[in-house]
């Protein structure tokens, strides 16, 4: 079966512009684990959770299905990466402390992924299903932005989209729900680290593909208007945390 491949053609631009993930996520899904052995990270991307998660457990298993994902992926000593779908990886049953899934799952076949969590997790693991929204920007900069994401490159968002930007709340999943630490993402950004992030968006490519780069460089001629280069900026993510016990 395929799978919806938005981000192979800028897996380098992924890679360098996607915000980083607070080493205290990472903290926090440990400790609820019930062991510190194996931690699976499905749909892995470039590997932004996993290389957190290898400082915390003995062995990480990263996979995604963009072969280019992979390869333009971290080298992190303890984290084994693998061109796999998250609906049918290629671990052993019953092995797994930690099944975490980040900025990822609405691209998933949900109740395939919930079944082979169901035979991967070991009974007590900790199961994560982390994601972030819409970023938050202050200013004429962040006017500006927003109105890229709802208008000029709202119509693009491929499906999916909807379930993140409600925080994975409607996902329905057989687990009893664990509480969630309240913690923040944040990034001090340039203009042009900021619009190099936009630039990796699912709608900003489809965008492109579409009527070609012009929007997207109207939206980098207003954003400079608003901004100076080379200052620097606070951008914030709503992250959204669910977890639960296999």
């Not at 959770?49 to 992979?70: C, G, N, W, Y």
């Not at 950004?189 to 900021?194: H, I, S, V, Y």
Request: net charge neutral.
């Amino acid at each position: 079966m395929g799978f919806a491949d938005h981000f192979s053609k800028v897996a380098a631009q992924y890679a360098a512009y996607r915000p980083g993930y607070p080493p205290s996520l990472a903290d926090a899904l440990a400790e609820r684990s019930p062991a510190r052995d194996l931690a699976w990270d499905a749909g892995c991307g470039n590997g932004q959770l996993s290389v957190l998660l290898a400082r915390r457990f003995a062995k990480v298993v990263a996979t995604d299905p963009s072969e280019m994902q992979i390869l333009a992926a971290k080298a992190c000593g303890g984290v084994h990466y693998r061109v796999e779908p998250a609906e049918a990886s290629s671990l052993d049953a019953g092995t797994a402390d930690l099944a975490a899934s980040a900025q990822a799952a609405h691209w998933f076949d949900w109740p395939r992924y919930v079944a082979e969590v169901g035979r991967v997790a070991r009974p007590g693991a900790l199961i994560a299903t982390i994601g972030y929204g819409r970023l938050e920007l202050a200013g004429d900069a962040g006017a500006v932005i927003d109105r890229y994401y709802s208008v000029t490159a709202g119509p693009y968002w491929p499906k999916g989209r909807e379930i993140v930007e409600n925080l994975y709340r409607d996902l329905a999943w057989p687990w009893p729900e664990v509480a969630a630490p309240a913690v923040a993402m944040t990034a001090a950004w340039t203009r042009e680290e900021l619009l190099g992030y936009v630039s990796t968006w699912s709608s900003t490519q489809r965008l492109t593909a579409a009527v070609g780069g012009a929007p997207f460089e109207e939206l980098c001629e207003a954003v400079a208007r608003a901004w100076p280069e080379g200052e620097r900026r606070e951008v914030r993510w709503p992250l959204a945390i669910r977890l639960g016990r296999r």
